[in-house]
């Protein structure tokens, strides 16, 4: 493989959603496009950040797009997953130990449009590339090119109809065929908030069907006694109660909830991956593991990551990645990972899937398209009009 | 307080050393420059980033400035600490928790610039002014504008008189009046740097006049036993033995080794210190930290850093900022922190102190220049010639 060229773009996501810790009005990500030369042609891959983050424009023409066009080599590997270990180590070429965030998502949105560009140059979906290189998993419930798929939405609006709004937003999705539905908490009063989840539990019909997502909100003693009325709930999952690095405050929730937890979409990191798992005593088998590969150096430190996880006692199915961009669909359907988040705001590049993929009965059904199927999904490859 | 405008350029500073782990050739800084006004007139503060971790001038652009020069109001304070802590909650707007790199310095060099500024402003050196509002270490054996001084060195040359020139530059970093000198293991050969170790003690003649950084290279079986042949020597202390973030090998080296161990330049934000403390085994009087707080959110989350510590047993005798530059000269004679670093590499921006500022038998005495002293520092304030 040879690069040839790249590209990249800031696109703004402006939004009038927040959560219970920041605004998303000045939200920004970058789109990527990476030309390379393979023994069978010329590919196009394509790259777009995670959500949360902020694009990341200057860190890649500041460092990582430099060092990967100033390879002129040829890079190759027995597989895919040998290739883009090499890969990794030009981006990483002069970067210290530690220090795990902006960066990771630089070479995330990089790497991950090379496994688009490898997958087309092969003629694979991208899922059924990772399942004949990286392996799916041993013990899926769910054949290669299918995985678990459920909606997320939930933020808060100003409007005065939150709870109702939010209740059609969680009928809509379960109808649409997700398997359970997703919303923040934390950001209001636990009066609010208790009547949000009430309104979701009621449209769903079961309160199994719906996660609540806390971003960090419940650190501290008032935290404690919030989580644990939570609780009672029955919810699916209990998502970041505290700060993603207070690893004995995750440690108590685990001690103290019967609720799943859910983590670890900023985690960035191999290293801070091992921390987590090391001291935040989450339980496997029950808690959720949703490290976003975009953001963390990409699939090759994810593969990492799973190994860490998987010697920890872990299974490929307690991981789930946040955000619900249409790579992560593809490593969940060919890694044989627990399912897949897509956002339910309608339109935006995290929301829905890409046309060729079904979504029936909480199951999406990847299609055959080469790559990772950006192409296919509009409201996300327009925004690439200037980059093609 | 107003902000009146913010500057900024990225400064090559190209060099030909390297350590265990990386080539410091491509690497660069952020100088910045924030004229505020007070109602003693308009100061300009200038900052200037820490070493290793390449400057951000995309992300200061793209987020950080603009949040600073968008403060249309004034930012009041009853001390300088308390309206710091405003400026950093706006820098922080809509930035989620986590993923402490890169951004950390983006702030971390605006935040000590403003810091500058602020300092000029009420006419006091910036030790003066962190003395009054932040206070001195209760058990510092120095006064306040005084700190413990030592110069660091010893990278690795593809010269072959290396070992040499290192007895060569220990002994010119003593004679300078510098209290002990380090030198970089690690990125050899356990031979060649047990002849370089031999070669530094011999010029110094005494083995507790020499640290060592290790820049992470001793991870895994075959470092605990590197490491267990250094901790014979009687070095001053073994810095960043393993990786920053490897908190159960950092454990291990605690256990095992008599040798001070000094680490945390590259734990970049309390939640990552707390971990650091509450894990890492580190032991209170006998270990160093290094948090550079240029890198790691500014002074304002330094300060925090240092209260999280002190709850653990920490003194701030214990700190000893990473890097060499004049902020962290301040910082340690303002706080009564353990010492300062500076590079002996002559010439650079992190290269010895301000003109104003003696060195003699181990302790740098600072002057009376408002602000850091960047203007009395010819080798750092020519840096900062196309932005005043």
């Given at each position: 493989m040879?690069?040839?060229s790249?590209?990249e773009?800031t696109?703004?996501?402006?939004?009038?959603?927040?959560?219970?810790?920041?605004?998303f009005q000045?939200?920004?990500?970058?789109?990527?496009v990476?030309?390379?030369e393979?023994?069978?042609g010329r590919?196009?891959g394509?790259?777009?950040s995670?959500?949360?983050?902020?694009?990341?424009?200057?860190?890649?023409r500041e460092?990582f797009?430099?060092?990967?066009?100033?390879?002129?080599?040829?890079i190759?590997?027995?597989?895919?997953?040998?290739?883009?270990?090499?890969v990794?180590?030009v981006?990483m070429?002069?970067?210290?130990?530690?220090?795990?965030?902006?960066?990771?998502?630089?070479?995330?949105?990089?790497?991950?449009?090379l496994w688009?560009?490898?997958?087309?140059s092969?003629?694979?979906p991208?899922?059924a590339?990772l399942e004949?290189?990286?392996g799916?998993s041993?013990?899926?419930q769910?054949?290669?090119g299918?995985?678990?798929?459920y909606?997320?939405g939930?933020?808060y609006?100003?409007s005065?109809?939150?709870?109702?709004e939010?209740?059609?937003?969680?009928k809509r999705?379960l109808?649409a065929?997700?398997?359970w539905?997703?919303?923040?908490v934390?950001?209001?009063?636990?009066?609010?908030?208790?009547?949000?989840i009430e309104?979701?539990?009621?449209?769903?019909?079961d309160?199994?069907l719906i996660?609540?997502?806390?971003n960090?909100?419940?650190?501290g003693?008032?935290?404690?006694a919030?989580?644990?009325?939570?609780?009672q709930?029955g919810?699916?999952?209990i998502?970041e109660?505290?700060?993603p690095?207070?690893?004995?405050g995750?440690?108590?929730?685990c001690?103290?909830?019967k609720?799943?937890?859910a983590?670890?979409?900023n985690?960035?990191?191999?290293?801070?991956?091992k921390?987590l798992l090391h001291y935040?005593?989450?339980?496997p088998?029950?808690d959720?593991?949703?490290?976003?590969f975009v953001?963390?150096?990409g699939?090759?430190?994810?593969?990492r990551i799973?190994?860490?996880?998987?010697a920890?006692?872990?299974s490929?199915?307690d991981f789930?990645?946040?955000a619900g961009?249409?790579?992560?669909?593809?490593a969940?359907?060919g890694?044989?990972?627990?399912?897949?988040?897509?956002?339910?705001?309608?339109?935006?590049?995290?929301?829905?899937?890409?046309?060729?993929?079904?979504?029936?009965?909480?199951?999406a059904?990847?299609g055959?398209?080469?790559?990772?199927?950006?192409e296919n999904?509009?409201?996300l490859?327009?925004?690439f009009a200037n980059?093609?």
């Open positions: 040879r690069i040839i790249v590209d773009r696109i703004p996501l402006g939004s009038k959603t927040k959560n219970a810790a920041i605004s000045a939200m920004t990500a970058s789109a990527v990476i030309e390379i393979t023994s069978r590919f196009k394509l790259g777009f995670s959500y949360g983050r902020y694009g990341h424009g200057g860190l890649l460092r797009i430099p060092r990967l066009t100033n390879i002129t080599d040829k190759s590997g027995e597989t895919s997953v040998q290739l883009m270990a090499q990794w180590d981006l070429t002069d970067e210290k130990e530690g220090g795990h965030g902006e960066r990771s998502g630089a070479v995330g949105v990089l790497e991950t449009a688009d560009a490898l997958a087309k092969e003629d694979l991208l899922w590339l004949r290189d990286a799916h041993d013990d899926s769910l054949p290669p299918k995985t678990a798929i909606a997320s939930g933020h609006r100003s005065s109809s939150d709870a109702a939010l209740a059609d937003e969680a999705g109808e065929g997700y398997g539905f997703k919303l923040k934390g950001g209001a009063s636990q009066f609010i908030d208790l009547s949000r309104s979701a539990v009621k449209a769903a019909g309160s199994s996660a609540v997502d806390a960090c909100a419940y650190g003693e008032n935290g404690t919030q989580l644990i009325e939570l609780d709930i919810l699916r999952w998502e109660p505290v700060n690095l207070d690893y004995p995750l440690a108590d929730c001690q103290s909830l609720t799943p937890i983590t670890g979409e985690i960035f990191s191999q290293a801070d991956s921390n935040g005593e989450l339980r088998g029950l959720n593991l949703q490290m976003d953001l963390a150096y699939l090759t430190e994810y593969l799973i190994k860490d996880a998987e920890f006692g872990w490929r199915r789930l990645p946040h961009h249409q790579v992560a669909l593809h969940a359907a890694l044989g990972l627990g399912g897949h988040e897509t956002a339910v705001v309608p339109g935006g590049p995290f929301s829905s899937v890409s046309d060729d993929t079904t979504v029936e009965n909480g199951i059904n990847l055959d398209t080469p790559g990772t199927g950006i999904k509009p409201t490859f327009k925004l980059l093609l």
